[in-house]
Every structure is written in structure tokens, then in C-alpha cells.
């Protein structure tokens, strides 16, 4: 059965199915004032137990309630003792003669089409709280028909039409192994309860839900949003399998998460990740990153008719700002070129763009761009710790420009007036080979280096990673190359400046303890692959990786170092 | 019969929390008390009702106070829209 997987995981148990309360008119006329009063009381108590059984739950010192669940509660007992609603009821009962069942559905019908019709969009979602509490009292005056989620086997696979609020709070959701709806979606209460109290589910199922039974094997795959229904052996043992996978290294995420990068002799490492918007803060946190080493700033030049105005790029720095919750962004500037066609911006048709007019050699050449990326960075710094990075360094004077006009920038800064972080540090990508080769000079005039070894390795060996019949040959672990970044990192620290590595080698577990070795201190890449690094990370001490390292630059060939690496891995 | 008329500083309007206190609020005094938004009255107990009149931010309102204790009870829910609305 195929639906919408919402909440990640796997889960292998028993249905339990909740059968939604057939809740339909039944037509019966009262016909005497010994009816009418008997109605009236069987509603007045329906609600009297109904406000009691969420009594009950506020109460229960057995489950820690979440202050949107207290305040959900609240808002329910609040529903529940409604004047207006009771008054209502009260009237069809007498006045129109109808049992307390339909004058319930009829009012409760009338509030929920009233919110429904509403513009706002919480007064519609009230309908919901509606007609939850009109459920609830419906159950308790019908004597109630559901088997109590309260209390649940584990491993229990709850199967329903679709999952209300105060079903979520009342359940006996420890024992709950996962969800399975017929409805819903990505954004629904089911999933959102899902996700965050960390149960695989599966919503969007259809119609076909209502063929699950009670105590039917149900195995639940939330990443891929299929249901089983009683499968055969083979697909239980895989499934079994997938399941502590899965576990495991969800598991391992969580419990590396908040843990710094620390080596076992006291090394510390800051394990940082490359974004290109403010929206994937999210994942650097999730994922336990400590910074963001490479802000890409493409985006700002794409999709668009007209170079992005100083304000433009102001709104996109200081929402990176606000939301990196202080921790280090390193902002690379401009870093288009021949390959990336801009409409608004002719660049001229290169036989060798990689070697071509690009990135700081627009700036350089086209001072106001530069100073109006450089403007909207210097007043965003005040909103966070961020920092600039010039990309495609090859000599040392195009630093000394560079740096040049940020301290122009500055300086019309503060004869208009306006904040900035004055102290803001200014470092350079070491990516094209003479850079790496000179650090010792470069490291003179910056506050840090990172190194960009995807396009180090392609200049340095000389190899285009898309051309299928050289790309073999795009090799990181290549003796030149680590020498390279070896040396880079050297020369960084005989400065005193610190030393980090942006490209995709970072995220390359045979990799980490060579450069660990190395005596690389930051490794940024995708947020997703911080783990597997901290991992290694955290269980191997400087000492280890520099005799590791040693070894490696022994070996005169990739295979060998790679071969031995991945030894050191076991 | 005390009359008087609100703005409503809380910017999303009346939603049920400042409902839910309004209406405790209300419970303590023995007035019967109303509340008007264009030609609509609805008493001052039901959150159904005051949520029904879905009162926005920024607009104002009448409140009728009538009983006993109207003095004091007009001057609490006074404080309340003055004071109280803006920081829930």
C-alpha cells in the first residue's frame, strides 16, 4: 500500500485500527417533557465526563505533557463548557424535540461550517478543536465503542482514518511504533506529531487503509511511504535488517549531534557546512555543525533580469546573520564565470572559462560590483560573525587589491554613517596551485586560508573532472595534491592563521585522518555528512593521524595511500 | 449599563487564548457583560460566540458591562484591553 512517508524510520508490529464513531443523525423525536429532561441530562453528564477524562490527562504525572499540548487541553475544556454550545443544544432538545445525539451533530455541524467559511486561516483550523470536542462528547454519550487507546501493546501500529490532537496527547504513545493514515499530508497532525516525537509514519493511504484489521503484521517504511500488510518471511528478515540499519545510524546522529569534534587528545576541530541560502541553517544545526565554512553567493546572481542592487544583497547576508545564531559564516564573494551564463551580465565566450575571466577577476576588473557585494557584506556583519573569502587567488597582489578596496568600502561606510563590524576577517580560497605553493607569502596577509580541492585538484593535475575520459585521473588522495595541501596548512600555521578545507575531500571519511594529520583545523561540507566525520574524528587522537600521514607521504603512488587509509578505517 | 469602547492592540485579533482569559476574567464579578463588533452582540461567556465575531487586530469594539458590581468590572476588563491584550 502506497501512501506519503512524513516521519522517517522503520516500524514492524500489530495494527491497531481506530475505527472512526459512525456519527449520523438518527432521526428519533422526543415526545414528552420525561424525554426532554432525560436528554438534556445525558448531554449535561456526556460533558461532564468528557471535561473529566481531560482532567484526567492534565493530571497524569505518568506522561510529561508539552506546553501546546497543556494549552490544547485548555482550549478544549474551554470548547467542551461552552455557554453558547450548550445553550444550543439545550434549545433543540426542548424546543425542537430532538434527542441529545442530533442536537449535538446539528450544533456542532452549525460551528464547524461557521469557522470553515472563515477568511482567517486559525479560525478554519479552530473547526478542527470543533469538531474534536464534539467527537469526544458524541463518545461519551453514546457509552463510548472505542477500544481505549490508552493503554497499547508494543510496537503497536496505530491504523486510522486520520489522527486528531487529543487523540495524539491521549494515547499511550510510548508504545506506538508507527502511524498509518488514509488521509493527510505533509504538514498534517499526524505528521507533525510524527517528526517530532521521532515515530516512522505513513499518511495518504487511501481508501485501502480499511482493509487493514486488529493484530494484522503491518511493516511501516515512513522513508518511502509503503505499507505491508502480513508480508511473507523474506520481506520481514530484510525489513528486520533495514529497521537496525536505520536505527543505528539515526542513533548515531542524535548522539553525535551536540558532541564538540573533539580528538582523544584534546584536539578540537570545528566541523562546519557549505550552504548557498539561509534556509539550510536548519540542516547545519540538525546535523551538528558548528559554522558555515563556505557561503556560496551564486544565488543572489541567478534567476534574475538585473544584478542584485546593494540592498538586494544586504536582505540575503543579514538573513544568513540572523539566522546562523552567531556561529562563524565565511561569505566567498563573487565566484561566477564564462561557464555561468547571467543574462544581465555579458561575459565574453571563453575556449578555457576555467582559466578564463572569472570570479576575483571580475571584481578586480569591475570595482562597483565588487564594492556593492562588499558594502551589503560589511553592513550585514553587524547581525552575526560573519566574514569574507576571495575566491580564485593567485598572486599576492590581487589580495592586496582585494583587501584594498574593503577598506574603501569601509571608509564610505563610515562617512555615511553606517555600522559595521569593523574587525571583520578577510581570508582567501587556496584552490589554483601557485596560491598553494606560496602560501608561506600569503598567509602573511590574510586571517585564514581554506582550501578548495575540488578545483585545486583539477588545476593541479592538470584534469577535467566532466571529461569521461580523463576523469579517472581527478584524484585527491595524488601525492602532488596532498603535498600541496599540506603545505598550505604549514604555512597557514607558521603565521598563526588557522586553516580550513572547503572542498569535497572534507566530507571524505578516508580522508579525515590525513588531514587531521595535516593539521587541518576546520573541515566544511554538507551539513548531512558531519557525522560520519565527527565520528571518525572523536575516536582518533592527532598523535594516531600524524603518524598516519607520516606513513602515507612514504607511498609513491594514490592506490597505496588509499589501500592504507582505508586499513586505518576498519 | 457601562459602555465602552477597545481597540484590539493584540495583532492577530481575539484568538482563543486572550478569549480564555478574558472570559475567566469575566467570571469573577456578577455582570453580565457584552461585546459588540459592527452590529453584532454576544455575551462575554462563550468562546464559540467571541471567536465567531472573529474581531481583528486593530479594531475597535464596545463592551457593555451591566450589574451589581458594573464599576469594577468595566475598570478590570478596561485594564484588560488596555494593558493585558497587547502581550498574549
Not at chain 1, 570545528?270 to 540542516?283: C, K, Q, R, V, Y
Not at chain 1, 582518533?540 to 586499513?567: F, G, P, W
Request: include cysteine; aromatic fraction near 6%.
Amino acid at each position: 500500500m502506497k501512501g506519503i512517508g512524513v516521519s522517517p524510520g522503520i516500524a514492524i508490529g500489530k495494527a491497531f485500527v481506530i475505527k472512526k464513531t459512525e456519527i449520523t443523525l438518527n432521526g428519533v423525536l422526543l415526545t414528552n417533557d420525561e424525554e426532554i429532561s432525560r436528554e438534556k441530562n445525558r448531554f449535561e453528564n456526556a460533558v461532564d465526563r468528557a471535561v473529566e477524562e481531560i482532567e484526567a490527562i492534565k493530571s497524569n504525572k505518568n506522561r510529561s505533557l508539552q506546553d501546546e499540548d497543556l494549552a490544547i487541553l485548555d482550549t478544549q475544556i474551554e470548547l467542551l463548557t461552552d455557554p453558547q454550545l450548550k445553550d444550543d443544544v439545550i434549545e433543540k432538545i426542548t424546543s425542537d424535540r430532538k434527542n441529545s445525539t442530533d442536537a449535538l451533530i446539528e450544533v456542532i455541524e452549525t460551528f464547524v461550517q461557521l469557522f470553515e467559511g472563515m477568511d482567517d486561516e486559525y479560525m478554519r483550523a479552530r473547526a478542527a478543536d470543533i469538531k474534536d470536542i464534539g467527537n469526544r462528547i458524541f463518545k461519551h454519550l453514546d457509552g463510548g465503542g472505542n477500544p481505549s487507546i490508552r493503554n497499547l501493546q508494543p510496537n503497536t501500529i496505530i491504523i486510522a482514518e486520520d489522527i486528531s490532537p487529543s487523540e495524539t496527547i491521549t494515547m499511550d504513545i510510548v508504545n506506538v511504533a508507527g502511524f498509518a493514515t488514509q488521509v493527510g499530508s505533509k504538514t498534517s497532525h499526524t505528521a507533525i506529531i510524527a517528526r517530532a516525537k521521532g515515530i516512522p509514519a505513513v499518511v495518504g493511504c487511501g481508501d485501502g487503509i480499511g482493509t487493514i484489521k486488529n493484530d494484522d503484521l503491518v511493516i511501516l517504511d515512513g522513508i518511502n511511504g509503503v505499507l505491508y500488510i502480513n508480508p511473507p518471511e523474506e520481506v520481514i528478515a530484510d525489513y528486520t535488517a533495514k529497521k537496525n540499519a536505520w536505527q543505528q545510524s539515526a542513533a548515531r546522529l542524535k548522539a553525535l549531534k551536540n558532541q564538540p569534534a573533539i580528538t582523544t587528545d584534546r584536539k578540537k576541530i570545528t566541523l562546519s557546512a557549505n550552504i548557498g541560502a539561509a534556509e539550510e541553517f536548519a540542516d547545519v544545526f540538525e546535523y551538528g555543525g558548528e559554522g558555515v565554512g563556505l557561503l556560496r553567493t551564486e544565488l543572489l546572481f541567478m534567476n534574475r533580469d538585473t544584478f542584485p542592487t546593494e540592498n538586494e544583497q544586504l536582505e540575503f547576508y543579514k538573513n544568513v546573520a540572523l539566522q546562523s545564531k552567531g556561529v562563524p559564516v565565511i561569505i566567498r564573494t563573487i565566484d561566477i564565470g564564462g561557464d555561468k551564463h547571467l543574462p544581465y551580465f555579458k561575459l565574453p565566450t571563453e575556449l578555457n572559462p576555467f582559466l578564463g575571466y572569472r570570479a576575483i577577476r571580475i571584481c578586480l576588473d569591475r570595482k562597483e560590483l565588487f564594492i556593492t557585494q562588499l558594502r551589503a557584506i560589511l553592513r550585514a556583519s553587524i547581525f552575526g560573525n560573519l566574514k569574507i573569502m576571495f575566491p580564485m587567488i593567485s598572486n599576492l597582489q590581487e589580495v592586496r587589491s582585494a583587501k584594498q578596496i574593503v577598506d574603501e568600502a569601509k571608509t564610505d561606510l563610515s562617512k555615511e554613517g553606517i555600522v559595521f563590524n569593523a574587525d571583520i576577517q578577510v581570508g582567501i580560497m587556496i584552490e589554483i596551485p601557485s596560491a598553494a605553493i606560496m602560501a608561506d607569502i600569503l598567509a602573511k596577509e590574510v586571517d585564514f586560508f581554506s582550501i578548495g580541492t575540488n578545483d585545486l585538484c583539477q588545476y593541479t593535475l592538470a584534469v577535467d573532472r566532466m571529461n569521461e575520459k580523463v576523469a579517472r585521473l581527478y584524484d585527491p588522495f595524488n601525492p602532488g595534491v596532498l603535498r600541496l595541501i599540506s603545505n598550505v596548512i604549514e604555512q597557514g600555521h607558521k603565521q598563526g592563521i588557522y586553516v580550513g578545507l572547503c572542498g569535497e575531500m572534507a566530507s571524505d571519511p578516508m580522508a579525515t585522518l590525513l588531514l587531521l594529520g595535516m593539521g587541518l583545523d576546520n573541515f566544511s561540507m554538507s551539513a548531512s555528512a558531519i557525522p560520519a566525520v565527527k565520528d571518525i574524528i572523536i575516536n582518533h587522537s592527532v598523535s594516531e593521524a600524524k603518524e598516519i600521514y607520516k606513513n602515507a607521504m612514504q607511498m609513491d603512488s594514490s592506490e597505496e595511500i588509499i589501500a592504507y587509509l582505508k586499513q586505518h578505517l576498519k | 449599563m457601562i459602555t465602552n469602547d477597545y481597540t484590539i492592540l493584540a495583532p492577530q485579533g481575539m484568538h482563543a487564548r486572550p478569549a480564555t482569559v478574558l472570559i475567566k476574567l469575566v467570571k469573577n464579578y456578577k455582570s453580565v457583560v457584552s461585546l459588540k463588533r459592527g452590529d453584532k452582540t454576544v455575551r462575554l461567556n462563550s468562546m464559540l460566540n467571541i471567536l465567531a465575531l472573529t474581531i481583528k487586530g486593530g479594531e475597535t469594539i464596545s463592551v457593555i458591562v451591566d450589574g451589581e458590581d458594573e464599576t469594577e468590572a468595566a475598570q478590570a476588563i478596561g485594564l484588560f484591553f488596555t494593558e493585558q491584550l497587547k502581550d498574549l
